[in-house]
């Protein structure tokens, strides 16, 4: 090659070649973005469900099926998606309950069983709190 080889000008087109590639990058690595956070909420809900789903079978004796369907049902009868009942229910099962989710959570306590089965209600540690279940806490479970 020659000094002037280097000196030409480009081939028409080449800049924006690889303009339009860097653009189509930016294009992937957002939707790539918005995709990994779409599979980490998902994954988060579907930890929360997990969760109540096993307080809800150890609390009223249920097998995971029975606790699952129990959590269906609760969902479809006050028309709201179950993730969004499972959080309410985690929220005050931690004592996190925010008072805008105050009148659901009461909805949800009056949809499940009043009487837990014995020995159901352990604390799984100091952070654990009750899931609503409209009835008083038990003075000898604790």
Same mark, same amino acid.
């Given at each position: 090659?020659?000094?002037?080889?280097?000196?030409?000008?480009?081939?028409?087109?080449?800049?924006? &070649?690889?303009?339009?590639?860097? !653009?189509? %990058?930016?294009?992937?690595?957002? +939707? @790539?973005?918005?995709?990994? #956070?779409? /599979?980490?909420?998902?994954?988060?809900?579907?930890?929360?469900?997990?969760?109540?789903?096993?307080?809800?079978?150890?609390?009223?004796?249920?097998?995971?099926?029975?606790?699952?369907?129990?959590?269906?049902?609760?969902?479809?009868?006050?028309?709201?998606? &179950?993730?969004?009942?499972?959080? !309410?229910? %985690?929220?005050?099962?931690?004592? +996190? @309950?925010?008072?805008?989710? #105050?009148? /659901?959570?009461?909805?949800?306590?009056?949809?499940?069983?009043?009487?837990?089965?014995?020995?159901?209600?352990?604390?799984?540690?100091?952070?654990?709190?009750?899931?609503?279940?409209?009835?008083?806490?038990?003075?000898?479970?604790?």
């Amino acid at each position: 090659m020659t000094r002037s080889d280097f000196l030409a000008t480009p081939e028409p087109g080449a800049p924006d &070649a690889a303009i339009d590639d860097f !653009v189509l %990058l930016q294009t992937r690595i957002r +939707e @790539l973005e918005q995709e990994t #956070a779409t /599979l980490r909420a998902g994954l988060e809900s579907r930890q929360h469900l997990g969760f109540v789903t096993g307080v809800l079978a150890q609390r009223y004796g249920l097998d995971p099926d029975q606790a699952w369907n129990l959590l269906t049902q609760v969902s479809q009868h006050l028309n709201v998606k &179950a993730r969004r009942v499972a959080q !309410v229910m %985690l929220d005050a099962y931690r004592g +996190e @309950l925010d008072t805008t989710d #105050a009148a /659901l959570a009461t909805s949800i306590a009056r949809l499940l069983p009043q009487t837990a089965v014995p020995g159901g209600n352990h604390a799984a540690g100091s952070r654990a709190r009750e899931l609503p279940t409209g009835q008083s806490p038990d003075p000898d479970s604790t």
